[in-house]
């Protein structure tokens, strides 16, 4: 709040001191009017200064948003700058001191090698400052520890800067209505699975109503976009075979209003983020890196394209 006194002293100086000089100059007649001027102007000047002088509900700043991700334990996808589609790894902050931060990873691709001095872009759902909206941040990398090869912790420069960093390639459409879209997903690639892998009963399914596919009822589709689609799965069904970077692929059903039918389409993709939801279902993140057209009658041979 501002000093109201220093303010009634300011007023007292620039407005009623000067105002008495022209009023003792002024006709009688006149005196009325000059009185009501200045003190409509005073009234104005004062409740100006204290709302512009009053404090404001900041939002949170930037070091409180870090420290808000450590505390809460989010999960920050790592890339290197210029590529933020490029997940090469998970990890959550450990510590923060006053000249870096340490991070342990949850996933590690290997696509990228994390080493001292490499220049790195995390980024984390986005948080609102009381100046911008944020989801990211660039830091070099200080101190990097490794098992079998890959990076399992590091330390990296405090940021001096964050930023919102557009990730999304395809807009992503939430599923609300489960029972107009129907997924079967195998474990496999295209290029070491049979034929005939459609007609096998499938490794993942949801909504499929297939009779071999049982205990599969409390599955559901999250999001689905053209580059990929989100799923939800009990957790014994997310065995070894599906891990990050695996391959799958699939068979979605989804209903066209137009034509009031069911129509499939196939794909081959990779797990790109496995994330527990709760006690017992994981969110799967499977990204499209083919699409699959029919070649025959029987639905079994398949022609690739990729993405």
Wanted: glycine content about 4%.
């Amino acid at each position: 709040m501002p000093d109201i006194q220093s303010v009634i002293s300011r007023i007292d100086e620039h407005i009623f001191i000067p105002a008495k000089k022209l009023i003792d100059q002024m006709p009688p007649e006149y005196v009325p009017l000059i009185i009501g001027t200045a003190t409509a102007v005073a009234f104005i000047v004062t409740l100006l200064v204290i709302i512009v002088s009053r404090p404001s509900k900041k939002k949170s700043s930037s070091p409180s948003v870090l420290k808000k991700l450590h505390k809460e334990g989010a999960i920050i996808d790592v890339a290197l700058p210029g590529s933020p589609t490029a997940i090469c790894g998970r990890a959550v902050i450990t510590s923060i001191k006053k000249d870096r931060i340490k991070m342990e990873m949850l996933e590690n691709s290997g696509s990228v090698i994390l080493k001292p001095e490499l220049e790195v872009l995390f980024m984390f759902r986005p948080e609102n400052t009381s100046t911008d909206k944020i989801n990211s941040f660039t830091a070099r990398l200080l101190k990097t520890e490794k098992k079998n090869g890959l990076c399992t912790s590091f330390s990296a420069e405090m940021p001096e800067k964050f930023s919102n960093t557009p990730r999304r390639q395809h807009r992503r459409k939430r599923v609300v209505d489960q029972q107009f879209i129907r997924v079967k997903i195998w474990a496999g690639d295209i290029k070491n699975s049979r034929d005939d892998f459609s007609d096998s009963v499938p490794d993942l399914a949801v909504n499929s109503y297939d009779p071999r596919a049982g205990g599969q009822e409390e599955n559901s589709i999250i999001n689905i976009s053209n580059g990929g689609i989100a799923v939800s799965a009990i957790n014994d069904l997310v065995d070894e075979r599906f891990t990050t970077d695996s391959d799958v692929l699939l068979n979605i059903f989804m209903f066209n209003f137009r034509q009031k039918i069911f129509k499939p389409y196939w794909y081959a993709g990779k797990i790109r983020s496995l994330e527990e939801k709760g006690p017992d279902k994981t969110r799967l993140g499977i990204e499209f890196t083919h699409s699959g057209i029919i070649q025959d009658e029987d639905e079994q041979l398949l022609q690739w394209y990729e993405l």
